[in-house]
């Protein structure tokens, strides 16, 4: 039988069970339909779209050493092969679901295989309105790592960078970033400025001293701020520096410590409140000029847009591998830079998502910095990305990162290095508790 005449009878073969299922009285049309040479809906574009189609998707899971990066996100990498030889990469890396992520990935499959990767907005709406059950991390991260390596084939074929793609770059000297640090006493706060300028970096980010409750003691009160003053004592007016509160405050605890800390003219304070409880957020944003920012934990345009509409926060902050691709995270900053708000998007999982989130940073009017929680000194995850990538991946250089500049996303895994870092299954997020044993905010 030839493919055109065993495809009508699949076809058929489809028309004849759904009108069973009529008959039935089953009418919620979300029987399972069977799987298709090419995915649903795709067959219109046959005489417009290209002759390019992918043939295969691949998952990868990476487990690194747990004194090199935290057990709870091992990398996962996906990679679609195309009839053309062509292939792209993307990162689903979810905190502690690594193994959901990677089902998730491979249940998306039949959206995937057959089709045309420089529909890259057709196969984004088919993976995450077509999936009925929308948002989540689970499949924001899945249809994020697609997403990526369908924008990676897309520059490979066109013989482009990505961030050209999208109308960049803004900033010919790269992109602006921070990374994380650490001081607890003001000689620390001292060696790490003088380090920090060494290198040409000019942000920084830090944590809060202690994990705190939602309704708050004094003695905890004034060390956050104790120690915020001294870290801007200690960096000096000239390194910008945010800290992360990690969504564990209250509102008014969160307005308490925000009026106190104005003096110091923060970067920002990054989730004061949990990221889903936006009127509490409010709150708290009426009684501060410091910039505040949110939005890792938040899936899709639609994840941020209450936030924006409500004019909540000064920066939001979504991850490439998580609120959707590259597709999702140039609609939200599209978004943003309407309502005057600036972007600084998380990355803090594997080297495909940071260089993936370089791209976009790289085209957007809007961005005021990207995060790595990567170290002033390169230790030794930065090796085993150079081992992976095969060069210094997400290093700054005067404090910005350097923009790709081969097509696509600008570099190739390499699956002879994956197999020295073999999956070794999923491990929980680590909870954190306060002193009389009751779960903290993470």
């Given at each position: 039988m030839r493919r055109r005449e065993m495809l009508g009878a699949l076809a058929?073969?489809?028309?004849?069970r759904g009108s069973t299922a009529r008959r039935s009285g089953i009418g919620c049309g979300c029987a399972f339909a069977p799987a298709a040479a090419i995915p649903p809906g795709s067959d219109v574009f046959k005489?417009?779209?290209?002759?390019?189609?992918i043939t295969d998707m691949k998952v990868f899971g990476v487990t690194l050493d747990e004194k090199i990066a935290r057990a709870d996100r091992p990398y996962v990498f996906v990679k679609l092969e195309t009839n053309q030889g062509v292939v792209g990469w993307g990162e689903a890396t979810l905190e502690g679901k690594a193994s959901a992520a990677m089902a998730c990935v491979n249940d998306l499959r039949d959206f995937i295989v057959g089709s045309d990767p420089m529909q890259s907005e057709h196969l984004y709406q088919l993976m995450y309105i077509g999936s009925f059950y929308r948002g989540g991390p689970v499949l924001g991260s899945a249809v994020s790592g697609i997403d990526?390596?369908?924008?990676?084939?897309?520059?490979?074929?066109?013989?482009?960078?990505?961030?050209?793609?999208?109308g960049g770059p803004v900033d010919p000297q790269g992109v602006r970033g921070y990374y994380h640090a650490a001081a607890w006493t003001l000689e620390e706060a001292r060696a790490l400025r003088d380090k920090t300028r060494q290198a040409g970096v000019t942000a920084l980010k830090f944590q809060l001293p202690d994990l705190l409750e939602w309704v708050e003691t004094n003695r905890k009160l004034t060390r956050a701020v104790k120690h915020m003053e001294m870290l801007r004592e200690g960096l000096g007016p000239d390194i910008d520096?945010?800290?992360?509160?990690?969504?564990?405050?209250?509102?008014?605890?969160?307005?308490?410590?925000?009026?106190?800390?104005?003096?110091?003219?923060?970067?920002?304070?990054?989730?004061?409140?949990?990221?889903?409880n936006m009127r509490a957020m409010q709150r708290a944003a009426r009684k501060s000029t410091?910039?505040?920012?949110?939005?890792?934990?938040?899936?899709?345009?639609?994840?941020?847009?209450?936030?924006?509409?409500?004019?909540i926060v000064d920066v939001l902050q979504p991850d490439i591998a998580h609120v959707g691709g590259i597709t999702a995270l140039w609609k939200v900053a599209a978004a943003a830079d309407a309502a005057g708000i600036r972007m600084a998007p998380h990355a803090c999982e594997?080297?495909?998502?940071?260089?993936?989130?370089?791209?976009?940073?790289?085209?957007?009017?809007?961005?005021?910095?990207?995060?790595?929680?990567?170290?002033?000194d390169a230790g030794e995850m930065n090796r085993v990305w150079e081992d992976l990538m095969g060069f210094s991946a997400m290093r700054m250089v005067g404090?910005?990162?350097?923009?790709?500049?081969?097509?696509?996303?600008?570099?190739?895994?390499?699956?002879?290095?994956?197999?020295?870092?073999?999956?070794?299954?999923?491990?929980?997020?680590?909870?954190?508790?306060?002193e009389d044993g009751s779960l903290a905010s993470l």
């Open positions: 058929a073969a489809s028309g004849l005489d417009v779209g290209s002759k390019l189609r990526q390596a369908i924008w990676d084939i897309r520059g490979k074929v066109l013989g482009m960078p990505v961030y050209e793609l999208l520096f945010a800290v992360d509160f990690h969504a564990r405050p209250s509102p008014t605890v969160a307005a308490i410590i925000l009026r106190e800390i104005e003096p110091f003219h923060l970067f920002f304070a990054e989730e004061i409140c949990p990221p889903e410091t910039p505040l920012a949110t939005g890792e934990r938040l899936i899709a345009a639609y994840g941020c847009a209450e936030l924006i509409d409500l004019g594997g080297p495909v998502g940071g260089i993936a989130s370089l791209h976009v940073d790289a085209a957007i009017p809007n961005l005021l910095a990207q995060e790595i929680c990567g170290l002033v404090g910005r990162y350097p923009l790709p500049t081969r097509p696509g996303l600008g570099f190739e895994v390499s699956e002879a290095a994956l197999k020295k870092y073999p999956f070794q299954g999923t491990r929980p997020f680590p909870p954190a508790f306060h």
